[in-house]
Structure formats: C-alpha cells, structure tokens
C-alpha cells in the first residue's frame, strides 16, 4: 500500500490501530444517525440547513484548490520547551492561517496533524526519558500567536502543549544537582510564570445572558447496564446515542465499553465525514492513514456537535459513536483538523450572515483538547484514565450573544467564562511546588545567612585568640624573664644572705673584739686607778 509521505507523520501500525479494534455494528451506527432530532422539527431543519452549509463550503474550497496557498514544513518537525514555560512548541515551522479563506486546507490540517504527532511523541519520551509522568496529564491548545504576545498583529495560529508545571518544575529543580543557586534561579523562573498567568486573562464578571439556555434533564449513569428503566417510568432518562466500542486503554481496570453519551438536548449538529474526505482526496491516501477502518462504511462516520454541560462558551465535537477514537488517535488525524478549521469558516459566515457584516468576526478564541487526569477530571467514574476523543471550540462572547431561538439555538444563554487555564497552573504550581520550596529556599537562605554571621563571627575570634595566643606567648616570654630576673634575685639573696653570714660572722668577731678592748679599757682603768691612788699616796707623804 503506496503512502504520501507529506501524509505520514511517524504513526505506528499498533497506533494506527489501537482504538479500532472494536466497533459497534452498523445497525447501532444508524440508529444513532439524527435519533436525537427525532420529535424535534425545528433540529431537524437545522441539521439539513448545516450539512448544506458544510457541502457549500467545501465545494468553494475545492474551487479554491488550485490557486490555495500551501505551506512547506517538516512532516517531523522539532518539538522543545518554550524558554522558561511548561509549554512544547514547534519553533521552527510556519504558524497557521486559519482565517485565510485562500490557504490549503488540506495542506493547514496535514501540517496540524504532524505537529500534533510529534508533541505526542514527546510527551512520551519526556515521560520515558526523565521519569517525571509528563503523559499523565497535558493539553493541546491551537490559539492566535497574538493572545500571548500583544505585539504581533497579524492573525497567524499557534499549536502548543502545555504539559503540567509541576511536572515541569520537578524536573528544571531535578537538573540543579542540588545547587542552591540554580535551586534560587529555578524558583525566580517559576515565580515570574506565576505572575504572569495568574491573571494573564482578565477574569469576566458572570455574564446575564440575553436568553435562558437550555437545561438538560438528569441522565442515568449507569447507562450500560441499567435496567431500572424498563421497570420505573420516572427512573432518569438514558441516552440514545451512546458509545459501545470497547475502548482499550481507557479504565484502569481493564478494557470495557466506552460508554461515552450525548444527551440529546445539547446536541447541536453532526456532519458526515464523507463530504470532507472530497476535499481531502488523495490518491496515495489510504483509509487508516484517516484513522478509519477499512471495513467501516465512510458513509456512516460522522462527527457530532454538542453543547458543553456547564453554560460556558464551548462548543465540544466528538467522533460520533459508534465511532471510536481516543483524543491520541484524534489529534493525529488530518481528518479532525480539516473538520475543525471548515466548521470554524462555518460559523464565521453564519454569524456574517446573521449579523449582516461583513467584518472580520472570528467565532473561536481557541482550539483545545485535554489528556489523562486532564480530560477525566470530570468523569462520573475515577477508574477512567482516557475518554471518548473530544475537542474544545471556545467561543466568542459576541457570537454567543448572537445565539437565540433562530441561530444555534441549543448555545443560546451558554455566555459564561470558559476555565482559564493558565490561572489554573499558575494557582497549582503555587501552592504544589513553588509555596513549599520558596519557604525551604527562605529557611535555607536564614539557614545561610545565620551560618555564615557565625562563621564570620568564628573568625573574629579567631583572630580574638590568635591575638590573645601571641599575647600569651609575650606574656610566656615575659615570665620567664622574670623567672629568669627572679632566679638572679634569688642568686643575689643567697649572696647577700652569705655577705650577711659574713657580717654577723665580723659582728660577732667585732663584738669579740669590743669586750677585749673594754676588758682593757677597764684593765687601763683599773690601773689608771691604783696609779692615780699611788700618786695621792706619795703626795701625802711629802706634805707630811
């Protein structure tokens, strides 16, 4: 089987096939086709007046075909991150000119498809390669370049991932090697994410619509296996169209029946795939290359247009059951991007039409569809971890408010906010991640600070000791000096206490002496005295 390579953007077989392997049967396909209109007159004349619109502007495409304009790209284009954002970007290819009423088609949806595949294919090696499960949960958004950079002024497209910044964060924090500087420039990073989406879209009062939109009764939700309502008249209702396929992949607990259902009061519109495929025709295409099975009729694929449940501006569009593909499956597929770009041309002219202007009015703020525990977020069982494929067209407020009775008129009063997503991020980066480290970063930088005032402080006293050691040493010196000064005094007064010997000795030989020579003194007077008494005696004598 030949295959155009501009055509094939890196599908494996097993992904090829892997949401096919089941399929209702054609009866059920039937059976489901405009049952929802069935009792409804004015739904079934909207039907066939969209389905004429759809065959009118495809044959104005396919009249355009020749002289359309296309794009060269890379059917495997290079996918990275966004400088400092949780977002996967194809930087290098073309952007996309959706509101270009002369570009290819074929052409924009092929090259949507191919990004789209090679973001998918990313996620997952991000996931294998790093071990941070950024296939757990992710969203595709295809919006003007302009709604995030205010300078651009032309109307060009942008397809981006968004991937869950926490995961995000978890690994630029895993890249710092456990460096405190880049720990601080990681959280600078996430902080100015933070404050940039946090209020990145101005947050609209709650709108007062100009019509009341339609409410749908409960449904049961147990629709596969109920059967209270063969026995209770007042049971709650049960779909009509419901998905049978047995979705592999989807519920944790194994592979079961979809169970996707559409109520029918929020069902706006479907349209046959077949026309479509007219306009993607291609020889070297082949059936799977589409996403359909070649044992299933083209004739009865079809996607369908609902209301969303909440009264927000969004139209969701499905493969219409028994149709069933997984969001993976559908993204790949030129044939949902054809679909998507040709109903937003559809409701641009309606709303020309209905307004009778021919200004330049795009419907659709932007395209999005969600993956994982994004897109089940708001599933009736948490056993479910993928869902019915299904995509988000978020509306403008002015074609909603041109919604009434006459104009789409199950989107009538559906007015309010879609959910701002980047606040959503911005809010769980926050306060999963950034609170927490940014107060282990602020302990950790007190932590730094208070050790670094003690070890400027340890320096100061080692200096203090160093001085005090040298001090000590002169002291050291000092004393032994004056052991050395003590040592000569003891020296001197064991010399001085000899001398001192040696005076008492001459003391008492002086006294020695002094008792001698009074001893002779008083021997001199003794004799002095008999002397003197032998002159008297001989005086006396004389005079006699």
């Known amino acids: 089987m030949s295959q155009n390579p501009r055509h094939n953007c890196g599908k494996s077989n097993e992904q090829q096939h892997s949401a096919h392997s089941e399929w209702s049967s054609s009866t059920d396909n039937r059976n489901n086709q405009y049952s929802w209109y069935k009792f409804d007159k004015e739904a079934k004349e909207f039907q066939k007046k969209m389905e004429a619109v759809q065959q009118e502007i495809i044959n104005d495409l396919m009249k355009l075909s020749s002289s359309s304009i296309s794009i060269a790209f890379n059917i495997h284009p290079n996918i990275d991150f966004l400088i400092d954002e949780p977002v996967l970007i194809a930087a290098e290819e073309p952007l996309f000119d959706i509101t270009n009423e002369k570009v290819d088609v074929n052409n924009m949806a092929t090259r949507l498809a191919c990004q789209s595949t090679a973001m998918l294919k990313k996620i997952m090696k991000l996931a294998e390669d790093t071990g941070v499960p950024f296939n757990n949960k992710f969203r595709l958004e295809l919006r003007p370049a302009s709604f995030f950079n205010k300078h651009i002024e032309n109307n060009l497209w942008q397809l981006r991932m968004n991937v869950d910044p926490v995961n995000w964060f978890d690994l630029q924090w895993h890249q710092c090697n456990n460096n405190e500087e880049n720990h601080r420039e990681r959280l600078a990073k996430a902080r100015s994410y933070i404050q940039k989406y946090r209020s990145f879209v101005a947050e609209e009062m709650r709108h007062t619509p100009l019509h009341e939109p339609i409410i749908a009764p409960d449904y049961c939700g147990n629709r596969l296996t109920c059967k209270n309502k063969n026995y209770y008249p007042d049971h709650a209702r049960h779909a009509n169209i419901i998905c049978k396929a047995i979705a592999k992949g989807q519920r944790n607990d194994g592979?079961?029946?979809?169970?996707?259902?559409?109520?029918?009061?929020?069902?706006?519109?479907?349209?046959?795939?077949?026309?479509?495929?007219?306009?993607?025709?291609?020889?070297?295409?082949?059936?799977?290359?589409?996403?359909?099975?070649?044992?299933?009729?083209?004739?009865?694929?079809?996607?369908?247009?609902?209301?969303?449940?909440?009264?927000?501006?969004?139209?969701?569009?499905?493969?219409m059951p028994p149709w069933h593909l997984s969001n993976k499956d559908l993204i790949q597929l030129p044939l949902f991007w054809a679909t998507v770009i040709i109903a937003s041309k559809m409701l641009h002219r309606e709303l020309q039409k209905k307004l009778s202007s021919e200004e330049q009015m795009w419907p659709i703020e932007a395209i999005g569809i969600n993956f994982g525990e994004w897109e089940t977020a708001g599933s009736y069982d948490k056993r479910h971890i993928d869902c019915h494929g299904h995509a988000h067209l978020l509306l403008t407020l002015s074609f909603m408010n041109a919604c009434d009775d006459t104009f789409f008129r199950v989107l009538k009063g559906r007015v309010n906010q879609p959910p701002d997503y980047l606040r959503q991020n911005a809010h769980s980066l926050q306060f999963e991640r950034l609170q927490n480290h940014e107060f282990d970063s602020k302990q950790m930088a007190s932590l730094f600070t208070l050790l670094t005032n003690i070890e400027e402080k340890q320096n100061e006293m080692y200096k203090d000791l160093q001085m005090v050691k040298k001090d000590m040493q002169g002291v050291k010196e000092d004393m032994q000096g004056v052991k050395e000064d003590m040592q000569g005094l003891k020296e001197d007064m064991q010399g001085l206490k000899k001398d001192m010997q040696g005076v008492k000795e001459d003391m008492q030989g002086l006294k020695k002496d002094m008792q001698d020579v009074k001893k002779k003194v008083n021997d001199m007077k003794a004799l002095l005295g008999r002397l003197e008494n032998l002159l008297q005696g001989k005086h006396g004598t004389s005079m006699k």
């Open 255 to 319: 592979d079961r029946e979809c169970g996707q259902y559409l109520m029918n009061e929020y069902i706006v519109m479907e349209w046959p795939v077949k026309p479509i495929m007219q306009l993607l025709k291609d020889k070297t295409y082949n059936s799977m290359e589409q996403g359909i099975d070649e044992n299933f009729d083209i004739d009865q694929l079809h996607f369908i247009f609902t209301a969303n449940k909440e009264t927000i501006r969004d139209l969701v569009i499905f493969p």
